[in-house]
């Protein structure tokens, strides 16, 4: 045997009598609530993403800001909220009109071999389930999936800006109107906004028809079509909460107005957006190397 | 010995059996079997370590019943949700000896969906237990 052949080989043995160690010596799994594990620190003078801090560290952050009691003005959005994104926005619809089910029909993909949905033809990006192709995933889905948002406030527009997928909108605060019809569809809409006493009222139209309100159980998304309008009303009830509700008129896919319930968004004090960006190529070889073998066999 | 050459590892299954019931998640993981009694563990030599987007997993190396070395994927969350976890693109590196806890796969491929993972000293790295809805409700 070679001499260059020893070093892997007492690599393997210690390996093997390490993991056969672990093996003797590692609890089992249990039922039983795992012993906290604490999360990643950012670097000094950074902070971390909403999604990269979990609950003790949103509970610590509370208390380093002084968030309890804080004072705030209504009419500044400004901060980092929310790390999840306003999940039940989005559950139960109005009646469809005949179009809009066969839009929702056409939304439901692929099964496996025990038939579970695949969720094939979700564009979404959200690596689970589905195979990924980095369309954006649109206004107002982005409302009801995000990693946290950030809201700027600009003399003349307000910038929401999101970290998953690293993409933002714009809302023009300087009185101009929503062009009818829009010139163009845009994935994340056509967006003005104004005050109504110390409510921030957004309106929006011009949605391209290809994103979901949001996604659906067991598979699917809710549609929408060109003709989408939305109102939303988001409200600064103490420094650290949001309120929002959402009203979704579209009369061509819904029978009547989709008026979401009133749902609120926690200020992320000890967080800064990051970057998550959907990347083709990585986004390429998570499908190859584990969605299309778990999903398929192959 | 072209396999020990390449450094490659160690192994045996065991199947851990446990009770309760299936586990919920958000958004469809149908290619895993996410039963609790189906859970798999298995000791193992880390390979490659893909931190990315959507979802970090990393590979890594067991021997079969027959002795052959098998290629493992486990795969996580976002990089994101790891960190909120505590695990770091730096927390493994190729050639640690670990013991893996995951979902398998319906399919039987060599592939599963990380609910834990112990070093040979006992130490828990992550636990995603909670997570995966796998805890008693």
Redesign the interface.
């Known amino acids: 045997m070679h001499a260059r052949n020893l070093v892997p080989i007492l690599a393997f043995t210690c390996a093997m009598s390490q993991a056969q160690l672990a093996r003797a010596q590692a609890p089992a799994p249990d039922s039983a609530k795992p012993a906290a594990i604490a999360s990643v620190p950012p670097p000094a003078g950074w902070k971390s993403c909403p999604r990269c801090q979990n609950e003790a560290d949103r509970k610590q952050a509370n208390i380093q800001y002084k968030v309890d009691g804080h004072k705030f003005s209504p009419r500044d959005l400004s901060g980092v909220w929310g790390n999840q994104g306003v999940g039940t926005a989005f559950r139960t619809p109005p009646p469809f009109t005949p179009w809009g089910q066969e839009r929702f029909n056409a939304t439901l993909g692929e099964k496996n071999t025990a038939g579970e949905p695949l969720h094939s033809k979700d564009t979404s990006g959200e690596g689970t389930g589905s195979q990924i192709n980095c369309d954006p995933k649109g206004w107002p889905r982005l409302h009801t999936y995000n990693y946290g948002f950030e809201f700027v406030m600009l003399p003349d527009r307000v910038l929401q800006f999101f970290e998953i997928t690293h993409t933002w909108r714009t809302i023009w605060t300087d009185g101009r109107k929503l062009p009818s019809p829009a010139p163009e569809p845009r994935w994340m809409g056509w967006n003005v906004g104004r005050w109504d006493g110390d409510t921030f009222v957004v309106e929006s139209t011009g949605y391209d028809d290809r994103s979901w309100l949001t996604d659906t159980m067991p598979d699917g998304g809710w549609p929408h079509s060109d003709e989408m309008r939305i109102v939303e009303r988001w409200r600064r009830v103490n420094y650290g909460t949001l309120e929002v509700q959402m009203t979704v008129t579209d009369p061509k896919t819904y029978t009547q107005p989709w008026v979401t319930a009133k749902a609120t968004i926690p200020l992320m004090p000890g967080a800064e957006l990051w970057e998550d960006f959907c990347v083709p190529s990585d986004y390429n070889a998570f499908n190859t190397d584990v969605f299309l073998p778990v999903a398929t066999g192959k | ?1 072209r396999t ?9 299954v ?1 199947v ?1 059996f ?1 009770s ?1 019931a299936r586990a919920s ?8 079997d996410q039963a609790k009694d189906k ?1 798999t ?1 298995i ?3 880390v390979a490659e370590v ?1 931190w ?4 970090v ?1 990393l590979t890594w190396d067991a021997k079969d019943e027959k002795g052959a070395v098998v290629r493992w ?1 486990g ?1 996580f969350s ?1 990089p ?2 790891m ?6 693109r730096d927390t493994f590196k190729p ?1 640690d ?3 893996f ?1 995951f979902m398998p ?5 060599p ?1 599963g969906l990380v ?2 993972i ?5 130490k ?4 995603l ?2 997570r995966r809805g ?3 409700q």
């Open positions: 010995m020990l050459r390449f450094g490659a590892a160690v192994a045996f065991t851990a446990l309760g998640a958000h958004h469809s993981r149908a290619g895993y859970l563990t000791n193992g030599v893909i990315r987007n959507p979802h997993y994927t795969e976002s994101a949700t960190l909120s976890e505590g695990l770091s050639g000896p670990l013991t806890t796969t319906k399919a039987g491929t592939q609910i834990r112990v070093r040979p000293d006992g828990v790295v992550i636990d237990s909670e796998l805890l008693e």
